[in-house]
Every structure is written in C-alpha cells, then in structure tokens.
Nanobody, 123 residues
Framework: QVQLVDSGGGLVQAGGSLRLSCAASGRAFDKFAMGWFRQAPEKEREFVAAISRSGVLTDYADSVRGRFTISRDNAKKMVHLQMSSLKPGDTATYYC????????????????WGQGTQVTVSS
C-alpha cells in the first residue's frame, strides 16, 4: 500500500548533523506509523525511531534519544530523521519503515521498507 524511498545520507564528521528523508508514494501514507532503522555491517538491523500516524507520539532507541528527532509531514507524504551530535557508532545504512502502530515498529514489525541510505561518521 505504500512505497518508500530514502535519501539524505552521506559522510559527516563526528559531532556533525545530517537530515535523512523518506518519500512515500500512494494514498495510504496517513494510515501508517513510520520509523527508522539502521544496520551496520555484520550487525542486526536495529530500531532507531518511530512516530505515530498523527505525529504526536514518538519513541527512540536509548542510543539516539536526545540526538535524533523523527518527524513527518502527512501533506507531503514525507518522514525525516534529523540527526545531530553524530558519533562514529552511528555509521550504518539507515532504512525508512512503515507499520501499523508506532509501538509495533518499535518492536520490529514492519510492513514496508525503504531501500536504505548510507550514513558514515568519521572520527
């Protein structure tokens, strides 16, 4: 019901900022909670952030809370992840995700994935 395209990744220095974007297609965007996951080489894909359908409820992984902010614009069918105070440990491929409820996304149950965008943080 929804297709996702991630963008905005790149190479940044530690302490820098980066904004990831996810563009959704289809008219069902408003029916999905959204989120972001990341996966580093040789590691499992891990939850980063989630946001409810309305955008009023959010949750974050402990490792990024206070540094990352997830937001959505339902009119534009866009989701963003504003990342600040980046650390080398944030280096990973970041994936946009759509799911039923934001709590469901936190638990790792995802209905659709973006293709991923690479974030590399140098020390």
């Amino acid at each position: 019901q929804v297709q996702l395209v991630d963008s905005g990744g790149g190479l940044v220095q530690a302490g820098g900022s980066l904004r990831l974007s996810c563009a959704a297609s289809g008219r069902a965007f408003d029916k999905f909670a959204m989120g972001w996951f990341r996966q580093a080489p040789e590691k499992e894909r891990e939850f980063v952030a989630a946001i409810s359908r309305s955008g009023v409820l959010t949750d974050y992984a402990d490792s990024v809370r206070g540094r990352f902010t997830i937001s959505r614009d339902n009119a534009k069918k866009m989701v963003h992840l504003q990342m600040s105070s980046l650390k080398p440990g944030d280096t990973a491929t970041y994936y946009c995700a759509a799911g039923d409820l934001y709590i469901t996304i936190v638990a790792g149950r995802v209905a659709a994935w973006g293709q991923g965008t690479q974030v590399t943080v140098s020390s």
